[in-house]
């Protein structure tokens, strides 16, 4: 098996999230690391202001992928630019939510929003995370981290 190298594209923050394409998905493990404010975007040669928060996000898209607690994709450092989620994830900057994505009306047609996913589902993502977390705590206590410095 050959090393995995990252991607930069990965940390550029490239990666558009895209809620239509997430919204069969059986839980979001979103994980919001920065907000960039008042960013201009052209769309339909329209130009406007917008917030962009730039996040981890893990999805579980099968309940097998629930059980057996291993995503069926993660995307890094995704931009996510729709105004309803920005709200929300600004608000829990440097934390981590589990939830679905809803299309929902508005007083301009409808847009997308996040929603809870039951308590089962939610406890499902909660194991993977706190697996991870381990995992990565183990790793870091174990000192087995060589030295390749001369």
């Known amino acids: 098996m050959g090393f995995q190298f990252a991607k930069p594209s990965e940390f550029a923050g490239?990666?558009?999230?895209?809620?239509?394409?997430?919204?069969?998905?059986?839980?979001?493990?979103?994980?919001?690391?920065?907000?960039?404010?008042?960013?201009?975007?052209?769309?339909?040669?329209?130009?406007?202001?917008?917030?962009?928060?730039?996040?981890?996000?893990?999805?579980?898209?099968?309940?097998?992928?629930?059980?057996?607690?291993?995503?069926?994709?993660?995307?890094?450092?995704?931009?996510?630019t729709h105004g309803m989620l920005t709200s929300t994830l600004e608000k829990i900057m440097g934390g981590a939510m589990v939830g679905v994505?809803?299309?929902?009306?508005?007083?301009?047609?409808?847009g997308y929003a996040f929603r809870d996913v039951s308590a089962a589902i939610e406890g499902q993502v909660g194991t993977y995370?706190?697996?991870?977390?381990?995992?990565?705590?183990?790793a870091l206590a174990s000192g087995a981290m060589p030295s390749f410095d001369a």
């Open 129 to 138: 995370y706190g697996n991870r977390e381990a995992a990565v705590s183990e």
């Open 14 to 80: 490239g990666t558009f999230f895209k809620p239509l394409e997430h919204m069969n998905d059986l839980a979001l493990l979103i994980e919001p690391k920065r907000i960039d404010r008042n960013v201009e975007s052209t769309y339909n040669n329209v130009t406007r202001v917008r917030d962009e928060v730039t996040a981890d996000i893990t999805v579980f898209g099968t309940s097998e992928a629930l059980e057996k607690g291993v995503p069926t994709a993660v995307i890094k450092s995704a931009r996510v």
């Open 101 to 110: 994505v809803a299309k929902v009306p508005t007083k301009a047609g409808s």
